[in-house]
Each structure stands twice: as structure tokens, then as C-alpha cells.
């Protein structure tokens, strides 16, 4: 009858642990920082690894670019930096997954 009682405990660790472990990670993820830029330079973006936007570099001769070229600038540079804060955290959600879940992962 309490045997349960104690599964059930363990597993309430395990959850508080698992909690403690992402927290953990969400923490190391913000201190990464990832950039993404126009194919001129003329923006770049930064991302943590929570693929939070951190920063905005504009070049000087920005000003100069059409409303068409500032667009796509723009655009381009959020796209690439999201694209490698996303490969970052995939990468470290990947590495950290096995300690997290043991047992599903083989381990």
C-alpha cells in the first residue's frame, strides 16, 4: 500500500531535479551569444541562446540604403542570427537531455 506512496515521492524528486536542471540550462543559454548579419554588414544582430534578441549594431552608411535594402538587411540578419541561436540551443538541449532523463536515453 505505501510502497506507491514512496514511487510516487521519488518521482516528485526526480520532477524537482529535472526543474533545477532546465533552469540551470536556461541560465547557461542566456549567456551565449550568437550574431547574425547582412550579407554587407551593414545590421548585425545578436541572440543569446535562448534566442532572445540582445543587440542591434548598425553600420554608419545604414542611413544611406533604400527602405527596400534596410528591409531586407534586416530581415536577413535576424533570420541567420535565429538560425544559429536555435542550433545552439538544440545542440545544448541535446547534451544536456541524457542527464536530465536518465534511463531514456540508455544511459
Not at 22 to 30: G, N, Q, V
Not at 55 to 62: A, P, Q, R, W
Not at 79 to 97: C, I, T, Y
Amino acid at each position: 500500500m505505501f510502497g506507491k506512496l514512496g514511487d510516487v515521492t521519488k518521482m516528485m524528486g526526480q520532477l524537482k531535479d529535472m526543474q533545477k536542471q532546465m533552469e540551470d540550462m536556461k541560465t547557461k543559454l542566456s549567456n551565449i551569444t550568437v550574431e547574425g548579419s547582412s550579407n554587407e554588414n551593414e545590421i548585425k544582430v545578436r541572440f543569446n541562446g535562448n534566442r532572445e534578441l540582445v543587440g542591434v549594431v548598425l553600420s554608419e552608411d545604414f542611413e544611406q540604403f533604400s527602405l527596400n535594402d534596410k528591409e531586407t538587411a534586416i530581415g536577413l540578419a535576424i533570420q541567420r542570427g535565429l538560425e544559429k541561436a536555435e542550433q545552439v540551443n538544440e545542440s545544448e538541449m541535446k547534451s544536456a537531455a541524457p542527464s536530465m532523463m536518465p534511463g531514456m536515453f540508455g544511459k
